[in-house]
């Protein structure tokens, strides 16, 4: 799933990354209410997960104004705040689920598939991206081509799912560096490389037409 994350405690937001990146999501992560609005309104996410308290925008009012602007992925709210009242707050505002800080990633792993498999409303962002006969079911975690099954490691879903939500337009190897590896800077390594050559081996060499096109000093492109 591609999870925006909301949180301005460094070490809890490198916590949450580094978990949910593991086990194959794509995060982005900012550290303000106000960053999490812009972005959440500016593309599609599966799921948001966001902080209570925060700079900015606080968690309240971040969910209600996304609400208003008909944001209909499935929210996650985070915070160290227990009682009673402070749940239904949560929920009044339009957070699907609540956790309590501190918590176990197992726990959090946990609603967060719950809350992908949840049904929602046919404005939520789209479970399943296709390109020609390439097809990715986000929730099922299952990529086939011509009804084929294509095994494919949590790294390469996650750049296949990159390139599908962007088909047709050119990314540049520091776009793929920074929305697949987290890497705001080049390691100098042949990673993207790598990864793009084995991708190609799984979704394009078994059949006739290929879909993922490399654009010699600029970058890749998936298209039909």
Same mark, same amino acid.
């Given at each position: 799933?591609?999870?925006?994350?909301?949180?301005?405690?460094?070490?809890? &937001?490198?916590?949450?990354? !580094?978990?949910?990146? &593991?086990?194959?999501?794509?995060? !982005?992560?900012?550290?303000?209410?106000?960053? &999490?609005?812009?972005?959440?309104?500016?593309?599609?996410?599966?799921?948001?997960?966001?902080?209570?308290?925060?700079?900015?925008?606080?968690?309240?009012?971040?969910?209600?104004?996304?609400?208003?602007?008909?944001?209909?992925?499935?929210? %996650?709210?985070?915070?160290?705040?227990? *009682?009673?009242?402070? =749940?239904?707050?949560?929920? /009044?505002?339009?957070?699907?689920?609540?956790?309590?800080?501190?918590?176990?990633?197992?726990? %959090?792993?946990?609603?967060? &598939?719950?809350?992908?498999?949840?049904?929602?409303?046919? +404005?939520?962002?789209?479970?399943?991206?296709?390109?020609?006969?390439?097809?990715?079911?986000?929730?099922? =975690?299952?990529?086939?081509?011509?009804?084929?099954?294509? +095994?494919?490691?949590?790294? +390469?879903?996650?750049?296949? +799912?990159?390139?599908?939500?962007?088909?047709? #337009?050119?990314?540049?190897?520091?776009?793929?560096?920074?929305?697949?590896?987290?890497?705001?800077?080049?390691? /100098?390594?042949?990673?993207?490389?790598?990864?793009?050559?084995? %991708? #190609?081996?799984?979704?394009?060499?078994?059949?006739?037409?290929?879909?993922?096109?490399?654009?010699? *000093?600029? *970058?890749?492109?998936?298209?039909?």
């Amino acid at each position: 799933m591609k999870i925006l994350l909301a949180e301005d405690d460094p070490q809890t &937001a490198a916590y949450i990354r !580094d978990g949910l990146n &593991a086990e194959g999501h794509s995060v !982005d992560l900012v550290g303000d209410g106000q960053d &999490a609005l812009v972005r959440a309104t500016m593309q599609p996410y599966d799921l948001l997960i966001t902080d209570r308290m925060m700079p900015g925008l606080d968690g309240l009012s971040l969910v209600k104004a996304l609400r208003a602007a008909r944001f209909r992925a499935p929210v %996650l709210m985070l915070t160290a705040l227990d *009682g009673v009242s402070d =749940r239904v707050d949560g929920l /009044q505002a339009g957070a699907d689920d609540y956790l309590v800080k501190p918590f176990a990633f197992a726990e %959090l792993s946990a609603r967060v &598939a719950a809350l992908a498999r949840r049904p929602h409303v046919s +404005e939520a962002p789209d479970t399943a991206l296709t390109v020609g006969d390439l097809r990715m079911d986000l929730l099922a =975690r299952r990529v086939t081509r011509a009804d084929q099954e294509i +095994e494919l490691q949590p790294r +390469e879903f996650r750049l296949l +799912e990159h390139l599908m939500r962007r088909a047709g #337009r050119v990314q540049t190897r520091t776009m793929l560096l920074e929305a697949v590896w987290d890497f705001h800077f080049d390691p /100098q390594t042949s990673v993207v490389e790598t990864h793009i050559s084995r %991708l #190609r081996a799984k979704i394009d060499k078994p059949f006739d037409k290929p879909l993922l096109h490399t654009l010699r *000093g600029s *970058g890749y492109v998936l298209k039909s």
